[in-house]
């Protein structure tokens, strides 16, 4: 999960705790999507007439308030659950290993029947619009990454003599991962949920994976 989906998740949570809730569930997700605001699936939504305001009243409306005894941890729902590792399915059909908040929202949206699905709609939203204009907007993104790519080979030449210590002697994994040469991460989804949930904490969001050598962690 990239900082844009791990903060959407963030936010879904705080929105869990404003509507005194013990649980995050897809529409809180959809609510923590919109109100990343910077991401992918929040322009896509905006250009559709999606507001945070808007998602918020249709949420409450729907759901209601809590009890108002909301625990330090709030958990996901199975629905929540479905959706965070489909997101990473439509991250891997559309050949990306950083999960963003637009494989997020294309899982949310294929959650048929689904409260997220539900508010949705009732925001006067068409489903299949949307995962179209998302689909248009990862292949712009595209687009500019390869165009962004020629410019700085042709600049290269120059550049090498400038290479700073941390290119030099480390590698970016994030870029590694987002060009599909790091190895796929298979058999570990309950970790990789247990990662989300803490790093979405406000507090104490640090994991740490301990193993054997050689096991994966």
């Given amino acids: 999960f990239n900082e844009k989906a791990i903060k959407a998740v963030m936010m879904a949570q705080e929105e869990s705790r404003r509507l005194d809730h013990n649980y995050v569930g897809t529409e809180m997700l959809l609510v923590g999507v919109v109100a990343e605001n910077t991401g992918l699936a929040a322009k896509v939504l905006r250009k559709l007439g999606v507001t945070l305001k808007d998602a918020k009243n249709a949420v409450e409306e729907m759901i209601g308030r809590g009890a108002g005894m909301v ?3 709030i958990p996901f729902t199975p629905a929540a659950k479905r959706v965070l590792a489909n997101g990473v399915e ?6 990306s290993n950083a999960i963003d908040t637009a494989h997020v929202l294309l899982a949310l949206i294929k959650e048929d029947g689904g409260n997220a699905d539900k508010v949705i709609k009732k925001l006067g939203v068409d ?3 949307v995962a179209k204009e998302i689909q248009q907007e990862l292949e712009n993104k595209e687009k500019d990454r390869e165009m962004v790519g020629v410019s700085q ?7 090498q003599g400038k290479q700073a210590t941390l290119d030099e002697f480390g590698r970016d994994l994030t870029k590694a991962a987002a060009e599909g040469a790091m190895d ?3 058999g570990r989804e309950s970790e990789i949920d247990r990662v989300v949930q803490i790093l979405a904490r406000r507090q104490k969001n640090n994991p740490v994976l301990i193993g054997e050598p050689g096991v994966g962690e």
Wanted: glycine share 14%.
């Fill in 71 to 73: 625990s330090a941890e």
């Fill in 90 to 95: 439509e991250a891997k059909r559309l050949g």
């Fill in 127 to 129: 489903p299949e619009t």
């Fill in 153 to 159: 080979s042709k600049q290269g030449g120059q550049q």
């Fill in 184 to 186: 796929p991460l298979v």
